[in-house]
């Protein structure tokens, strides 16, 4: 009854808004093709003709900087011409709508949109009301999804760990607000994990999340136990306002990765975060910096990830 | 003036008739079914061969939009809408800028829709001044000027003691009260039922419980104060299943739902679709089924439209940004016509959900089509095919999930008071 609007009818991606739906071999044709770009990331000349000509709007509606940079290095190195706005402090706080704001960059002759957004679906709605020669990138809607995010987390397992056939991950935190949980457990699920765990208390899991394919834990030890890959969240420090918890300090306790619950995963067990990192809160210091730690690759590949991600739907 | 309807098959749920009848209409009553009266010479013959013959619809739930928001509809506007439903009568809660709390804002708006000619309009008016959840309205003044019962609409009334305080005051005069059943606390910021979509698109969600919680409270108060309650727009299972006991133990109370939620479910939301958002949200596919099997036995009394015109910029928003509601009006006969035909229940029985019972939940004399009672008339062709889309309604309102259906039953005639009012 819906279409998947991020296909063209004949599969071809137009719009990178969800994991969700994506198949295994559009997933893995994107981890090929940012392979094949880390060679160039590496060299002295940093620079493909790919997107030569093309105007690529970084929209962000809410602050970021490593993902709108990485997004800007990426569309750099493939020769586009970068426009970064950030819209949370110009028009929308004059009272623009989002998609007048649409209109007015179309007039531009934006080839591709890169949006963030505050609001679940702002990315669809972009993408349903642009024209159809012009793409659109989710770099973070909500809590709904943050797809280059998962690729590039995908990039990095496949990176460390080869495949993902015989791998058990967990999933650590406030997975209710991540669009990052979101879109990890999809791709995970699509790319053939046999054992996803999330570990949360009760009151930072959605309902129903064991629906996506996801075993729950709420304790540490037993959740982590064996695990090769753990993917750490973001808990943003609002979450401590609100009745969800108690304090920082008790979710640390409990929620924070410390080496000593870090020794129940496998010893080749690799530790993730997508950043920016609350140490002491979510995460300590000593296994964000320790020898587990892939956080900072993970920022690397992800500008292969998003130069493959922008040249595949460029070229689409 | 003088009207035979002839060959129609007559529909009228309070008499328990269902026959090819003629119908005899006279000095704006009816006159006689089935027989015709002597020395009868009608002004007009209204052939409804292949027809259903039914009382006018009474709707428990549209908003006109005015007084306050014009830009979204108007009176002109979606009176025609009405009619063009075959709703000959119908409630609108008082959630109007300003809200309707006020003796002169309540004849203002009977006078300019009694100025129209077209449905009746009968407003409810606000429980609490300002719909502010904390002082009661003066409901016997309100009541005089036109009220037929008190409401807060989808206004948050979050203090017991005020809820109880309007019941008993509306109980001393023998008012109803009309409550749908929401906890504010659990609903803030919700915008999707807390369920596997909401989880999975990553929006705000309400619980269920939010219903359950604010409806045991409801009926616990009806118990204690004794006052008549309607309860609005009801979601969910378990708030199907609390109805259904409380009426087992004889507690005075009706309830409705909107004909959107007979139909569809949080699975409709696809990829954000702002049509969807509704008050209350679409719930689970077990909860639709509950409502539908509530709707069967009679624990749910009556459907409504729930009729709220949204202008188009409003929906072209992120999903949680979107103003709620959908347009209705036109839609609540075939959505009515098609649970009956997807569920087989007899016209006889669908039909009495938004004819007769309506009618005695609003305590009107409406909704049937005995001898001496005013001549609204609904006549429609139950084979004809139309799809919903924009150019098809007559509401302002083109805000409606079901946008691409095709759906069977066309309204070819609506009569109120022995007038014609539309005719297709």
């Known amino acids: 009854m819906h279409s998947n609007p991020q296909l063209s009818k004949n599969g071809e991606l137009q719009h990178l808004l969800t994991i969700e739906g994506l198949p295994a071999t559009l997933l893995t044709q994107i981890l090929d093709t940012a392979q094949s770009f880390i060679g160039v990331t590496e060299r002295e000349v940093k620079k493909l003709p790919l997107l030569r000509g093309k105007a690529i709007f970084n929209l962000f509606f809410e602050p970021s900087t490593r993902t709108r940079t990485t997004f800007e290095i990426a569309a750099k190195r493939l020769s586009a011409d970068v426009i970064n706005l950030n819209i949370s402090t110009s028009s929308q706080s004059k009272g623009e709508t989002l998609l007048d704001t649409i ?53 990095t397992i496949r990176h460390y760990k080869r495949e993902f056939a015989n791998l058990r991950v967990a999933i650590v935190g406030d997975i209710l607000h991540s669009r ?57 420090s609002e979450r401590m306002q609100g009745p969800l918890l108690p304090s920082a300090q008790e979710f640390f306790k409990y929620y924070g990765l410390t080496a000593e619950k870090l020794a129940a995963a496998r010893p080749d067990a690799i530790v993730m975060h997508p950043g920016p990192m609350n140490r002491g809160v979510e995460i300590d210091s000593s296994v964000a910096d320790g020898p587990r730690s892939v956080i900072l690759p993970q920022v690397t590949f992800g500008i292969a990830v998003r130069m493959a991600v922008m040249s595949i739907l460029a070229g689409n | ?14 008499n328990g008739t269902d026959a090819v009848q003629d119908l005899f209409i006279a000095a704006g009553k009816v006159l006689s079914v089935g027989r015709i009266p002597d020395a009868f010479h009608p002004n007009r013959v209204i052939d409804a061969s292949n027809r259903v013959v039914c009382p006018g619809l009474i709707d428990l739930s549209a908003r006109l939009r005015e007084p306050g928001f014009e830009y979204k509809a108007t009176l002109e506007s ?14 609108c809660p008082p959630d109007t800028d300003p809200p309707l709390d ?7 708006l009977k006078h300019r829709a009694r100025s129209l000619n077209q449905a009746r309009v009968y407003p409810l008016g606000a429980l609490t001044q300002g719909l502010n959840g904390k002082r009661i309205t003066e409901m016997a003044e309100l009541h005089d000027a036109g009220c037929i019962a008190f409401s807060q609409a989808n206004a ?90 409380a009426k087992s133990r004889g507690l005075a109370i009706t309830c409705d739902i909107a004909a ?27 909860d639709r089924d509950a409502l539908r099997a509530g709707l069967k036995d009679g624990t749910i009394d009556a459907l409504c439209s729930d009729h709220a015109p949204v202008d188009d910029d409003a929906k072209l928003l992120p999903f949680a940004e979107a103003e709620s509601g959908a347009t209705g009006l036109e839609l609540l006969l075939p959505l009515t016509l098609k ?37 609204d008339v609904c006549i429609f062709d139950p084979q004809r095919h139309w799809k919903i889309e924009p150019n098809a309604l007559k509401s302002q309102g083109k805000n409606t999930p079901f946008l691409g259906l095709e759906v069977q039953g066309r309204v070819s005639f609506t009569l109120v008071e022995g007038h014609v009012v539309y005719e297709s």
């Open chain 1, 103 to 155: 209109d007015n960059l179309e007039a531009m002759h934006a080839d591709m949109f890169i949006v963030r957004h505050a609001q679940s679906g702002a990315a669809h709605l972009i993408a349903q009301h642009v024209a159809p020669n012009v793409h659109v990138i989710n770099a973070g809607d909500g809590r709904h999804e943050h797809p280059t995010q998962a690729l590039l987390d995908m990039f």
């Open chain 1, 180 to 236: 990052v949980a979101r879109s990890q457990i999809h791709a995970l699920t699509t790319l053939g994990v046999p054992e996803l765990r999330v570990i949360a208390p009760k009151t930072l899991l959605p309902a129903g999340v064991e629906n996506l394919g996801v075993h729950v834990y709420h304790d540490m030890q037993r959740g982590l136990k064996d695990v090769d890959v753990v993917m750490m969240l973001r808990l943003q």
């Open chain 2, 1 to 14: 003036m003088k009207i035979h309807i002839k060959n129609g098959r007559i529909i009228d749920p309070k």
């Open chain 2, 78 to 91: 979606e009176m025609q809408a009405a009619v063009a439903g075959g709703i000959t009568s119908l409630a």
């Open chain 2, 102 to 108: 006020e003796p002169g804002l309540v004849e203002m």
């Open chain 2, 156 to 245: 948050p009334l979050s203090d017991t003691n005020v809820l109880m305080c309007a019941m008993q005051y509306a109980a001393t005069f023998g008012y109803t009260v009309w409550l749908r059943p929401q906890d504010v606390h659990l609903a803030q910021g919700g915008v999707a039922h807390d369920g596997e979509v909401a989880t999975r698109l990553g929006l705000p969600a309400i619980p269920s419980c939010a219903e359950t919680i604010a409806l045991s409270a409801i009926l616990l108060l009806a118990k204690e104060t004794g006052a008549r309650i309607h309860l609005c727009r009801l979601s969910t299972a378990e708030g199907v299943e609390m109805v259904r006991q």
């Open chain 2, 260 to 286: 959107t939620h007979v139909h569809l479910s949080e699975m409709d939301l696809g990829f954000f679709d702002t049509n969807c958002n509704l008050i209350p949200p679409l719930r689970s596919l077990r």
């Open chain 2, 339 to 375: 649970w009956a035909a997807e569920t087989k229940i007899p016209l006889l029985q669908a039909l009495d959900k938004i004819t007769h019972t309506p009618a005695k939940i609003l305590g009107i004399n409406a909704g049937e089509l005995t001898p001496g009672h005013a001549a």
